[in-house]
């Protein structure tokens, strides 16, 4: 298929239908907008189901109730959205039901602006709600990647019945680049879901879809048969792309948008005789730990990048564990990091030395 | 010999874990009963809500889902939506309807939603052990209004019903009690109406049931049913305050 | 060849993004990198429109173009806002039927050209800024003539198939100042 000139948020969209959603619930926040109205546009005409919600409240538990039905359902919002979608996140984990969310970040806290940021890294893999669980975390940093992780992320929501997060940005969502969609599942529910609520029939005992457990015992036990499931999840599906790290003395470690911009210090840096290179998590949580560790020895010195005051550099640090100095740099509030700024960066850890 | 009373079949064989005296029972019973006369368990989704009875996934026979506070609705309009041949009901507690749940509510409502709504007003929270809820009337003493109900403080009761009669896309709105035999039978009816409603697509249905909670009224079960008749009936008249099919109060 | 970048700004309902996708589409069709990024949220009802567009060989960094390769200013306050940020030796392209003042850089090329007025003229209302790019095509050479024809093919939809050939003047006219 050739290549079309997409948004960023389009065409994830787009990727979601290709890959099996045909319910989508969401409401409207600048800048994941586009993703919204692409698929009121679009559902109507394949069969889907798009409905506005009348909060994000509202739209994330319609995504509990299709994706208890047995359906792949799917739910997008930018960062103040997020926060209100915590509740139901939690009781779709909770529950074991697959979804997908969309966070195409804006700047925080509270309103913050609707600039590009990452400042929501911490709530997507530490805590986007209450209780003892993940989420899967995809970081597409190309419009390329935003379509291809979807079906990826609609495919482990339902292998591993656990929401997953497309964790974006406005910078990603708004900007247009190349795509080739590539056809994957064309089914609203590719995999069996014995589990669903979507009645009986007659012909079972009845489903039931709950996360409350009044005996702690039986909490504790569900809790713990789930972490066994996250550590086979750390173990099969940390991703991450490497970029000049073999021989790499300063190792960037940034992901979405701003490694785009580390990508390019990088390069500057090496025509300077700087051996830098760049690490880029494709998979937030889980963390892709292992390709971090096997650069520890070699490397010198380990700098991550955010559009943040740093929180996955608290994931970087606890990879490296002391064994070597982890930097930070930084811009937020909806401010894209200039190539230059991060080549500073990278100059100042080398001590200006080549 | 000729069978004159059994257990309805859409009502598992296990024992209700709610107070004595509290009407739940009654009020799960009848619901039972609409879906086995109806013939429809088999493709019947309930949605439980936060409350005393979060835990009916336990009691129904049919498929259940469990909500968060108050968002029953908007579970039910994502199990609706994906499956809309299925029949999905919520049945809801006054906090989680009339409270934290009042967008949910009144949007699923809004929407003309084609779900049914079992609506259980006992005017106080009883899973949290007695405090105010948006049903407490006027004086009522809960645990979070020691003093009485102060509505200049704490504001008045919502009448449900009256509220989401003004929807366009509301098709049913009624409200029962269950306080004495010939009140079980027209709350019955009513509850059978929605179902059929939805059955029929005719949209947003909600049966307002008026309960009691004996123990956080800190009433026995007689007196209970008595300071229903004397103290809510009066604030929330019985009736039909809207009726697509037939006719509005 | 390393990374073009080109920023185009001036009012909202200029068509401004749309002349960046011209220019990106004409890009991707030189089988080239590409990426377009537009200005959002409110500003855009406020008045102003700008929108970074990159061409490379190599894959793309920031979209954010923060020191322009080449400029294309349709109103002052962009004109005002970006020249100083375009790089030495860079291409700024003016629209003298709006703008009337002068740029003082030596070492950039400007050129002025009364896209506005020449649209209006040739009764290519609300073309001004094909015209601006059939311009910046003649000066810059950013992409080949057939692929800004290809480009037209595919950001004209079908159903404003009578724009094709107002587009293909305007372009025509710009790229013969």
Same mark, same amino acid.
């Given at each position: 298929m050739a290549k079309v000139l997409m948004k960023g948020n389009e065409a994830l969209a787009e990727a979601a239908i290709m890959a099996g959603c045909r319910h989508f619930f969401g409401y409207p926040i600048t800048p994941q907008t586009e993703l919204a109205a692409y698929m009121a546009k679009k559902m109507p005409k394949i069969g889907g189901v798009y409905l506005q919600a009348e909060s994000e409240i509202a739209a994330i538990n319609m995504v509990l109730g299709a994706s208890a039905a047995g359906k792949r359902a799917m739910t997008s919002s930018s960062s103040p959205g997020i926060s209100l979608k915590s509740e139901g996140i939690s009781y779709i984990a909770g529950s074991d039901l697959p979804a997908?969310?969309?966070?195409? =970040?804006? %700047? %925080?806290? %509270?309103? %913050?602006?609707? =600039?590009?940021?990452? @400042?929501?890294?911490?709530q997507a893999t530490r805590a986007t709600g209450h209780g003892d669980f993940h989420l899967m975390v995809y970081a597409p940093s190309t419009v =390329?990647?935003?379509?291809?992780?979807? @079906?990826? @992320?609609?495919d482990n929501a339902d292998k591993y019945r656990m929401p997953v997060m497309i964790l974006s940005d406005g910078m990603l969502g708004q900007m247009m680049e190349p795509v080739e969609l590539k056809t994957a599942n064309a089914t609203d529910c590719p995999i069996e879901k014995p589990w669903a609520a979507c009645g009986h029939r007659n012909s079972r005992p009845h489903n039931v879809i709950n996360s409350l457990y009044l005996t702690p015992q039986a909490l504790e036990e569900l809790v713990k048969k789930r972490y066994e499931k996250y550590e086979v999840i750390k173990k099969e599906e940390q991703m991450a792309d490497e970029y000049l790290t073999d021989d790499a003395d300063i190792i960037l470690v940034a992901y979405g948008a701003s490694s785009r911009i580390c990508r390019t210090a990088v390069n500057t840096a090496r025509k300077e005789g700087i051996k830098a290179g760049l690490i880029r998590p494709i998979t937030l949580w889980p963390y892709p730990a292992k390709y971090i560790e096997k650069h520890i020895a070699h490397a010198k010195a380990f700098l991550c990048v955010e559009m943040s005051m740093g929180q996955m550099v608290d994931d970087v640090r606890l990879c490296v564990n002391g064994r070597k100095p982890v930097a930070f740099y930084g811009r937020t509030g909806g401010i894209i990091p200039a190539p230059d700024e991060v080549l500073n960066e990278i100059r100042k850890l080398t001590g200006g030395v080549k | 010999m000729a069978v004159v009373f059994q257990k309805p079949q859409a009502l598992l064989d296990v024992p209700f874990t709610y107070c004595p005296g509290c009407t739940h029972g009654i009020i799960h019973r009848l619901v039972a009963e609409t879906i086995d006369e109806l013939g429809i368990e088999g493709h019947t989704v309930g949605v439980a809500p936060v409350g005393c009875s979060v835990m009916n996934y336990n009691f129904f026979a049919c498929d259940m889902v469990q909500a968060p506070h108050g968002r029953a609705p908007a579970v039910a309009t994502g199990l609706k939506r994906a499956i809309p041949e299925n029949i999905v009901f919520t049945y809801q507690g006054d *906090? #989680? !309807?009339?409270?934290? *749940?009042?967008?949910?509510?009144?949007?699923?409502?809004?929407? *003309?939603e084609n779900i049914t709504v079992v609506f259980v007003n006992n005017a106080i929270y009883g899973m949290t052990g007695g405090q105010m809820a948006p049903t407490s009337l006027p004086n009522q003493v809960t645990q979070t209004t020691p003093y009485g109900r102060d509505t200049s403080y704490s504001g008045h009761p919502i009448r449900v019903c009256e509220m989401l009669a003004t929807l366009e896309g509301t098709a049913l709105a009624q409200r029962v009690s269950v306080d004495n035999v010939k009140n079980v039978q027209n709350a019955k009816k009513a509850i059978k109406k929605a179902f059929t409603y939805q059955i029929e697509k005719r949209g947003f249905s909600i049966v307002e049931v008026l309960?009691?909670?004996?123990?956080?009224? *800190?009433? #026995?079960?007689?007196?209970?049913?008595?300071? !229903?008749?004397d103290n809510m009936i009066p604030y929330y008249p019985l009736g039909v305050y809207k009726d697509v099919g037939g006719t509005t109060k | 060849m390393s990374t073009l970048n080109i920023l185009l700004a001036g009012f909202g309902g200029q068509g401004i993004l749309f002349l960046g996708k011209m220019a990106a589409y004409a890009g991707l069709m030189d089988n080239r990198q590409i990426t377009w990024l537009p200005s959002y949220g409110p500003e855009m009802r406020g008045g102003t429109a700008n929108c970074s567009v990159c061409i490379s060989d190599d894959l793309i960094g920031s979209p954010l173009v923060i020191n322009p390769d080449i400029l294309v200013a349709m109103n002052l306050p962009s004109l005002e806002k970006f020249i100083d940020k375009v790089?030495?030796?860079?291409?700024?392209l003016v629209d003298c039927s709006i703008i009337d003042k002068k740029v003082h850089r030596e070492d950039i090329n400007v050129f002025y050209v009364p896209a506005t007025r020449l649209a209006a003229d040739n009764g290519l209302p609300g073309l001004a800024n094909m015209i601006m790019l059939g311009k910046m095509l003649k000066e810059t050479k950013f992409c080949t003539e057939n692929a800004l024809e290809e480009a037209l093919l595919k950001c004209v939809p079908p159903r404003k198939a009578d724009m094709m050939e107002l587009n293909r003047k305007a372009l025509k006219i710009g790229s013969e100042l």
């Open positions: 997908v969310i969309v966070n195409v =970040q804006r %700047g %925080g806290p %509270g309103l %913050g602006g609707i =600039q590009p940021s990452q @400042a929501d890294y911490w =390329q990647e935003m379509t291809d992780l979807v @079906a990826l @992320a609609f | *906090g #989680d !309807l009339a409270a934290i *749940g009042t967008a949910e509510t009144v949007h699923a409502a809004v929407r *003309g309960s009691t909670c004996p123990t956080n009224w *800190g009433l #026995d079960a007689q007196e209970s049913l008595q300071w !229903l008749r | 790089v030495p030796g860079g291409t700024v």
